[in-house]
């Protein structure tokens, strides 16, 4: 992923405005906006991680369950001619549409080797 930070399973972007100075980013994949900035790379990396950390202090104390990224289930919108070949393939074969669906994705991303070293199924 180019122009990304990982921490504790949170991914953050990273920008630069030229015209302010700084880098700035926002944790991505979530619903809440969580965002942070620095003047230099190294103060933008520890930016990110207290903004992590401070989005997991707020929703303990809020007694709320913080919102993770890539829970596993998400909406696929395809055309109903793919819709329907996907779902005859699946009742032909004895399994679900949505382990087709999986494993089309996991042919797919192991082909292109990861830039992360995140292995597909791992």
Do not use: W
Request: glycine share 6%; with cysteine; hydrophobic share 35%.
């Amino acid at each position: 992923m180019k122009d990304m930070m990982e921490y504790k399973g949170y991914l953050g972007s990273v920008h630069y405005s030229g015209e302010d100075h700084v880098f700035f980013g926002k944790l991505e994949h979530i619903r809440a906006l969580v965002n942070y900035e620095a003047t230099d790379v190294e103060s933008l990396e520890s930016s990110f991680q207290n903004a992590v950390d401070d989005y997991l202090t707020l929703c303990a104390k809020r007694k709320q369950a913080p919102e993770q990224p890539f829970k596993g289930t998400f909406n696929v919108r395809i055309k109903s001619e793919l819709h329907r070949y996907a779902a005859l393939y699946a009742a032909e074969h004895g399994t679900s549409l949505n382990q087709v669906v999986e494993r089309a994705i996991e042919k797919l991303v192991s082909e292109r080797p990861s830039k992360r070293g995140i292995t597909p199924g791992a």
